[in-house]
T-cell receptor, first 113, second 113 residues
Framework: AQKVTQAQTEISVVEKEDVTLDCVYE???????LFWYKQPPSGELVFLIRRNSFDEQNEISGRYSWNFQKSTSSFNFTITASQVVDSAVYFCALSEEGGKLIFGQGTELSVKP | DAMVIQNPRYQVTQFGKPVTLSCSQT?????MYWYQQKSSQAPKLLFHYYDKDFNNEADTPDNFQSRRPNTSFCFLDIRSPGLGDAAMYLC????????????FGSGTRLTVV
């Protein structure tokens, strides 16, 4: 069965600090996809990244970076030099090929000025 | 731009009064999903359509029904809303075989009074 665990319920940082959001997943499939979404207070889910299980190359997009390690079943998300606008709930999610999207419980990030 | 549109953005309904939420898409995706997200929780899949085939999650209450009259539209019907059904309802679409991509609407926030 699929499962996504985000052990950090809430994180609070001061602006310009770096912050890492952890995500650990479980799946029996060899082909699967991992996602990160941002959910601001307005409620919509903003897509950040999708990785497939065959691509372990880490990715950087501006202040965002992702570390995918199959050996530890982890897909962690780092925000460098955090800003107040980064305050939101962040969800890690998993889908097997052709399957449903399963979410972790989310991490609420608060960035204080 | 192709997108997933949910109407209305906010819906207030009376306890026990049937309510319908709508979702439309211009992506021509063959799979449509309905998620329920209660406050401070992860989105939870209620059901999905693969074309016209309806797939209910095992723990989705009978109070929740869905209709998909054509590829573009999908409706969520709550027959007798209770206070516990107050939540954000998110519609999403995907295309089977397309590298695990999902497109979410902005959601409908349902209040039950």
């Amino acid at each position: 069965a699929q499962k996504v665990t985000q052990a950090q319920t809430e994180i609070s940082v001061v602006e310009k600090e770096d912050v890492t959001l952890d995500c650990v997943y479980e799946t029996r499939d060899t082909t699967y996809y991992l996602f990160w979404y941002k959910q601001p207070p307005s409620g919509e889910l903003v897509f950040l990244i999708r990785r497939n299980s065959f691509d372990e190359q880490n990715e950087i997009s501006g202040r965002y970076s992702w570390n995918f390690q199959k050996s530890t079943s982890s897909f962690n998300f780092t925000i460098t030099a955090s800003q107040v606008v980064d305050s939101a709930v962040y969800f890690c999610a998993l889908s097997e090929e052709g399957g449903k999207l399963i979410f972790g419980q989310g991490t609420e990030l608060s960035v204080k000025p | 731009d192709a997108m997933v549109i949910q109407n209305p953005r906010y819906q207030v309904t009376q306890f026990g009064k049937p309510v319908t939420l709508s979702c439309s898409q211009t992506l021509n995706h063959n799979v449509m999903y309905w998620y329920q997200q209660k406050s401070s929780q992860a989105p939870k899949l209620l059901f999905h359509y693969y074309d016209k085939d309806f797939n209910n999650e095992a723990d989705t209450p009978d109070n929740f029904q869905s209709r998909r009259p054509n590829t573009s539209f999908c409706f969520l019907d709550i027959r007798s809303p209770g206070l516990g059904d107050a939540a954000m309802y998110l519609c999403a679409t995907s295309r089977v075989g397309w590298a695990g991509g999902y497109t979410f609407g902005s959601g409908t926030r349902l209040t039950v009074v």
